[in-house]
């Protein structure tokens, strides 16, 4: 038994490594590597592969720039927030991406005028000039300049904080565009087949020991 287990060990990682070593070599020189045949035993065949350059997949034009559609839907998204969605097909997608950065926009400007009333206020109250009054709607109704500290300082942080919500909200959104272009060609329906049978594995240095060959089908 422990022979038998070995023995399939072996025959997976004589499979999984001439993958794995097409698959790190797509990654490096950008472009996609399609293995076509492998094969162990005494009959064991080379790996035969189909390189994928990169420019043909750029089949889409933007300021008539050739590029892939992933790197369009990004650009598209990075210039204003929902057009990747919108070029992917996601409609429904489209008022979260614009409420997301329209939201964080909307706070930024929101706390912005706040921090600007409670600092003109502060500055009233001490630049020592008995001429100069606090006039904001909220600012003035504190009685002292330490309250209003307080708040100006609140309001910093909150502005602040919105700068990189803003940023976070857009990022996400190029990325969620991205993604999408790049699942836009798979199938990812439920149609699937596993088939097994009894096989025999063959190894160029060990005997011929019994096995199972599983298929899984994509359709």
Known sequence: MTSRFR??????????????????????????????????????????????????????RLFGLKMTKPTKAGLLSALLPGAGQLYNGRWWKVPLAVGAVGGTVYGEIFYQQRYTEFADGFNARTDGDPNTVDNGPRSSLLRSSDEVKRSLNFYRRQRDSFLAYIAL??????????????????????????????SVLRMPTLAAAPGVSLTLTFK
């Open 169 to 198: 909200a857009h990022a996400v959104q190029i990325l969620d565009a991205v993604v999408d272009a790049h699942l836009r060609d798979f199938d990812i329906s439920d149609d699937l087949s596993l088939q097994w049978e009894p």
């Open 7 to 60: 023995t399939l060990a072996l025959a997976a990682a004589a499979l999984l490594l001439p993958l794995l070593a097409s698959e790190a070599h797509a990654q490096t020189s950008g472009t996609d590597v399609a293995p076509t045949a492998v094969t162990a035993g005494p009959d064991s065949a080379q790996v035969s592969t189909i390189v994928v350059p990169d420019s043909v997949r750029r089949t889409a």
